[in-house]
């Protein structure tokens, strides 16, 4: 059974950064895109980030500052936080759909604070 697990999610200083990685495991299928979500205390999930077949496409609140990255062949996506503020404190859900189901992460903690 194919199992999605996130990482890479802590506590950072105003201005730095970190990277978060998803991976899929056990996936016989395709995929056919991956994302970044996030949801802030009080708000609704949005949308950070997503790539299909390579096109990417942000949320303009961290255009410049983030960057989604795909490696197919390893069922895995990546999200580099740079520049990091304070309003990107949140819970950051990795989500990669495939010709065989869709797979949500359990989500990971970044917390921006000084």
């Known amino acids: 059974q194919a199992q999605l697990v996130e990482s890479g999610g802590g506590l950072v200083q105003p201005g730095g950064a970190l990277r978060l990685s998803c991976a899929l495991s056990?996936?016989?299928?395709?995929?056919?895109?991956m994302g970044w979500y996030r949801q802030a205390p009080g708000k609704q999930r949005e949308t950070v980030a997503s790539?299909?077949?390579?096109?990417?496409v942000y949320a303009d609140s961290v255009k410049g500052r983030f960057t989604i990255s795909g490696d197919y062949a390893n069922n895995t996506v990546y999200l580099q936080m740079n520049s990091l503020q304070p309003e990107d404190t949140a819970v950051y859900y990795c989500?990669?759909?495939?010709?065989?189901?869709?797979?949500w992460g359990q989500g990971t903690q970044v917390i921006v604070s000084s």
């Open positions: 989500a990669i759909r495939t010709l065989g189901g869709n797979y």
């Open positions: 056990g996936n016989t299928f395709s995929i056919s895109s």
């Open positions: 790539i299909t077949r390579g096109s990417t």
